[in-house]
């Protein structure tokens, strides 16, 4: 066997060059890719354990090979490993330090596996376990809104369509359609670990390997569920980076939508929440300024998350099979999405526990706009025998009305409302109150008090 030149790059015999500086910047990723070096070093062990297993290497060699390991992820944990630029990549720089500390013997590792598959075994390992914390974030900031949630059941507020007053709902209600949003949101995450959980260790380069390897061993020792079947497919599938993307841009996009909704409603215009000084942020001219800058930032954040899945979709568009450089991007643009998504869950959790509902203005708003309008046109229906059209045609006079005499529909009195309707009785009147018309919406998902209450108690059993 020939003396392993340890400074060199492992091709040094072959390729007779030391790369350019440049060169070895551009083609270098460990400054990235070291954070998989947990990841990467569990599936060496499983590898060589796997080897010995199958009586391809020797049990002094995998003990050896184990104990290397071990070191180096003792070194890198402690920060005392040096990671070098030459090398390329965690799996190189891990290799050659195998190398320094048990010698020749390190240069088995290697037997029946490629860095191609060696990657993509590493960052499954990685994206399930972040698919994983997501969830655990996600689950975090429900409890969060079902708190809020809680506190709020009985707070009325105008809902709107188009941005104009509509319908009165409960703001619990309104809180309640986000629990739904993230909890679509955590089965997304959730569903990405089907395709996460096949095993890719194995296929070597591209074709597989002559070696007798077992790849059912190393998917249970690694906590895959199955091997993947394809070796060509598996080297050059990036879906599972993309399902990920996808998850976050969605989740960030949702954030997006609550965030630009508080940025409103923090508005003096609006004025339905207060935010705590926690979350605001002061103006270096205007003293007066508090301004929702966290909510801003998770807003903007959005744009870097679907920049994120379009470089990834972009970078595989045309792409022939199998490996190519062009994929050594997808660790970089998956950490960034990842890390600036956790951030903004986190964000967003501090952001629920530190706002108020300004409640006397939200019952404020939510007189104006004639938002019984619908009431009134379903209780002629009811109680009238009108179909909805006419009752729709009754009513919309009825608004004209108040509207020309500048009054709200509650403030009509009987006589007002039987010059249009002459079959109204005293009865009528109730429908203009806000609580009962938040509260007759009790059809199953409506915002009733009842409603709410209920499904509630149904995501605080789920979360428990
Ligand atoms: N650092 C490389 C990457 O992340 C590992 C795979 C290298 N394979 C190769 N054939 N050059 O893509």
Redesign the pocket.
């Known amino acids: 066997m020939t003396k392993n030149k340890n400074n060199q790059a492992i091709w040094s015999t072959r390729i007779k060059n030391n790369g350019s500086g440049l060169f070895q910047r551009i083609g270098s990723?460990i400054d990235i890719?070291k954070r998989l070096y947990r990841e990467d070093i569990a599936g060496s062990i499983a590898h060589v354990e796997m080897l010995f297993k199958q009586k391809i290497i020797s049990f002094k060699v995998k003990n050896k090979i184990i104990y290397g390991l071990n070191k180096i992820r003792n070194e890198i944990s402690t920060k005392k490993f040096e990671f070098k630029k030459r090398y390329?990549?965690i799996?190189m720089n891990i290799e050659k330090r195998l190398f320094e500390i048990i010698g020749e013997e390190a240069g088995y590792i290697h037997t029946g596996r490629?860095?191609?598959d060696?990657?993509i075994t590493d960052f499954k390992i990685w994206i399930k376990s972040a698919n994983k914390e997501i969830i655990i974030v996600l689950n975090r900031m429900i409890k969060s809104t079902l708190r809020l949630a809680e506190k709020n059941i009985d707070t009325i507020m105008p809902g709107f369509t188009h941005l104009k007053n509509a319908q009165a709902i409960s703001f619990a209600h309104y809180l309640m359609a986000y629990v739904e949003i993230f909890s679509r949101d955590k089965k997304r995450f959730n569903n990405n670990l089907d395709n996460l959980d096949e095993n890719p260790l194995g296929v070597a380069?591209l074709t597989g390997t002559s070696f007798n390897i077992d790849r059912n061993y190393t998917t249970k020792k690694l906590g895959f569920k199955r091997p993947t079947n394809n070796s060509i497919d598996t080297v050059s599938d990036r879906d599972f980076v993309l399902d990920f993307l996808y998850s976050v841009s969605v989740c960030s996009m949702h954030i997006s939508r609550i965030a630009e909704e508080l940025i409103i409603w923090n508005s003096e215009g609006f004025n339905l929440i207060n935010l705590s000084d926690k979350i605001v942020t002061g103006s270096s001219i205007m003293p007066q300024k508090k301004n929702p800058d966290l909510l801003e930032y998770l807003r903007g954040k959005t744009g870097s998350s679907y920049g994120n899945l379009f470089s990834m979709l972009t970078i595989l568009k045309g792409l022939p099979l199998s490996?190519f450089?062009d994929?050594?991007d997808?660790?970089e643009i998956i950490f960034k999405s990842n890390d600036t998504l956790i951030d903004c869950l986190k964000i967003f959790d501090e952001i629920l526990k530190n706002f108020t509902p300004n409640k006397k203005r939200m019952l404020e708003l939510a007189n104006y706009g004639h938002l019984t309008a619908t009431d009134l046109a379903d209780y002629l229906v009811k109680n009238h025998s009108m179909s909805f059209r006419k009752a729709y045609q009754k009513t919309a006079n009825i608004v004209n009305f108040a509207e020309r005499n500048k009054k709200n529909l509650n403030q009509l009195t009987l006589v007002e409302l039987k010059k249009i309707e002459p079959k109204l009785t005293i009865d009528v009147l109730k429908v203009f109150d806000l609580k009962n018309s938040v509260n007759s919406k009790k059809s199953y998902g409506g915002t009733s008090f009842e409603n709410i209450k209920k499904m509630i108690m149904k995501y605080k059993k789920k979360n428990d």
Do not use: C, G, P, T
């Open positions: 990723s890719d390329e990549d799996h490629s860095r191609n060696q990657v380069a490996y450089k994929l050594q997808d660790k």
